[in-house]
């Protein structure tokens, strides 16, 4: 809703905030360059950059349609590297690209309006229209998630029974890629015994770390035998194969509740993923990536700490892999994180603008009278978890980077 640096009181200075932008672009540059499946990488940073801005076109239009005024609209924060005026508007783009924002005037007492402007200004909107204006990004966002959700399921089927034990990519470098395995292989046993289901296989190389393995592989209806020497990562056998998602076919009406059972089921693993990463125990691990080699990628070690952009282009890229449909999915997961983590119910998210409205509504009803929240005592608070969140960002930036590195 506004830039949350100049909300917080964050002095950022140009060069350092340019310097962060460089380290991102050229990251994101040399992730494409240096690792296939370079359009891939520049599909998923253009759709990021594509639901950041609708969700912010959400606040604008809502803003609009209310009657209040809209004086800027960035993409990223911190100081300004470009920008042009149209009508009332600035557009442009700030040195800082971790999102970007809608600034309508009055959001907070604190904000000094033009005595002509003030009955456009947010604050003297009604409680209907600042709920609807906070949470339009979100609402946005939840829309592009269910209808990447919807295209893809009823475009491409839905999961049946997990995944099979066919493989559809090999690492490289990796066990697997040194004894030759390819896409399209079905392992069907190791070391004699059947492994008709991919949990069954997964068992079976993650307990035989560092030991010669034989699988029996079924490769365009003909059996052989294929010997491997199990790497060990995190104290389990890695062979380094990624396995096939077998799919049913879904119509179009059921793909509907589908759609809906996603969203539910990747909201509840990020808000548990949140809880894990926030308790005690889960910043101690987090703070082990710092003091430890990295992780490999695939690695428990590696799943469970949040990526930044260059991490999720970097990963994102190999999951997508060329595939159309693993691209919509994947920036469906992320329109739908990027609005879980606007419900935050704390500034400066969109979740803590809409708590503050709702206090106000509530407390006016009960007062009988107009109650109004004074910023001031909120902005220690705003400041506190813009660093929080700053200091996740950056630090898991330079994780990724390491990892991609592999250093």
């Given at each position: 809703?506004?830039?949350?640096?100049?909300?917080a009181s964050v002095d950022v200075n140009r060069r350092?905030?340019?310097?962060?932008?460089?380290?991102?672009?050229?990251?994101?540059?040399?992730?494409?360059?240096?690792?296939?499946?370079?359009?891939?990488?520049?599909?998923?940073?253009?759709?990021?950059?594509?639901?950041?801005?609708?969700?912010?076109?959400?606040?604008?239009?809502?803003?609009?349609?209310?009657?209040?005024?809209?004086?800027?609209?960035?993409?990223?924060?911190?100081?300004?590297?470009?920008?042009?005026?149209?009508?009332?508007?600035?557009?442009?783009?700030?040195?800082?690209?971790?999102?970007?924002?809608?600034?309508?005037?009055?959001?907070?007492?604190?904000?000094?309006?033009?005595?002509?402007?003030?009955?456009?200004?947010?604050?003297?909107?009604?409680?209907?229209?600042?709920?609807?204006?906070?949470?339009?990004?979100?609402?946005?966002?939840?829309?592009?998630?269910?209808?990447?959700?919807?295209?893809?399921?009823?475009?491409?089927?839905?999961?049946?029974?997990?995944?099979?034990?066919?493989?559809?990519?090999?690492?490289?470098?990796?066990?697997?890629?040194?004894?030759?395995?390819?896409?399209?292989?079905?392992?069907?046993?190791?070391?004699?015994?059947?492994?008709?289901?991919?949990?069954?296989?997964?068992?079976?190389?993650?307990?035989?770390?560092?030991?010669?393995?034989?699988?029996?592989?079924?490769?365009?209806?003909?059996?052989?035998?294929?010997?491997?020497?199990?790497?060990?990562?995190?104290?389990?056998?890695?062979?380094?194969?990624?396995?096939?998602?077998?799919?049913?076919?879904?119509?179009?009406?059921?793909?509907?509740?589908?759609?809906?059972?996603?969203?539910?089921?990747?909201?509840?693993?990020?808000?548990?993923?949140?809880?894990?990463?926030?308790?005690?125990?889960?910043?101690?691990?987090?703070?082990?990536?710092?003091?430890?080699?990295?992780?490999?990628?695939?690695?428990?070690?590696?799943?469970?700490?949040?990526?930044?952009?260059?991490?999720?282009?970097?990963?994102?890229?190999?999951?997508?892999?060329?595939?159309?449909?693993?691209?919509?999915?994947?920036?469906?997961?992320?329109?739908?994180?990027?609005?879980?983590?606007?419900?935050?119910?704390?500034?400066?998210?969109?979740?803590?603008?809409?708590?503050?409205?709702?206090?106000e509504w509530a407390a006016s009803k009960i007062m009988?009278?107009?109650?109004?929240?004074?910023?001031?005592?909120?902005?220690?608070?705003?400041?506190?978890?813009?660093?929080?969140?700053?200091?996740?960002?950056?630090?898991?930036?330079?994780?990724?980077?390491?990892?991609?590195?592999?250093?």
């Open positions: 809703m506004k830039d949350p640096l100049e909300e350092g905030a340019s310097l962060i932008l460089v380290a991102v672009i050229v990251g994101v540059v040399l992730l494409a360059l240096l690792r296939p499946g370079s359009q891939d990488a520049i599909a998923i940073v253009v759709g990021i950059i594509l639901m950041v801005m609708l969700h912010e076109a959400g606040h604008f239009i809502a803003a609009r349609r209310s009657g209040m005024k809209a004086s800027e609209f960035f993409v990223g924060f911190g100081p300004r590297l470009w920008s042009f005026s149209r009508g009332e508007t600035e557009y442009g783009v700030k040195a800082i690209p971790a999102g970007g924002y809608v600034r309508i005037i009055g959001m907070s007492n604190l904000e000094e309006v033009d005595p002509a402007d003030e009955p456009r200004s947010f604050r003297q909107g009604s409680y209907r229209n600042r709920f609807i204006v906070v949470m339009a990004g979100v609402t946005v966002n939840l829309l592009i998630a269910f209808l990447l959700f919807f295209i893809v399921i009823a475009g491409q089927g839905r999961v049946n029974d997990g995944v099979s034990t066919t493989v559809s990519q090999v690492v490289a470098g990796s066990s697997a890629s040194a004894a030759g395995l390819r896409p399209g292989d079905k392992i069907v046993a190791v070391d004699g015994r059947a492994t008709p289901e991919w949990e069954q296989l997964k068992s079976a190389i993650e307990s035989r770390g560092g030991q010669d393995v034989e699988f029996t592989v079924d490769r365009s209806g003909k059996k052989s035998i294929v010997a491997a020497t199990l790497d060990e990562r995190d104290n389990r056998g890695f062979l380094g194969i990624g396995p096939a998602t077998q799919f049913r076919n879904v119509g179009v009406f059921e793909a509907i509740p589908e759609s809906f059972r996603v969203i539910g089921g990747i909201t509840t693993g990020t808000v548990e993923g949140l809880a894990r990463l926030f308790s005690p125990s889960g910043v101690e691990r987090y703070s082990k990536n710092f003091t430890s080699s990295a992780p490999e990628a695939g690695t428990p070690s590696s799943d469970e700490r949040p990526r930044s952009l260059i991490g999720i282009v970097d990963e994102g890229s190999t999951i997508v892999n060329g595939n159309i449909w693993a691209l919509l999915w994947l920036l469906g997961g992320i329109s739908l994180i990027l609005a879980l983590f606007n419900t935050i119910p704390l500034l400066p998210f969109d979740g803590g603008h809409a708590v503050v409205v709702l206090y009988r009278r107009k109650v109004t929240v004074d910023f001031r005592k909120l902005m220690p608070v705003t400041a506190a978890v813009l660093v929080i969140f700053l200091v996740l960002g950056l630090s898991a930036m330079f994780l990724d980077i390491r990892q991609a590195l592999g250093s």
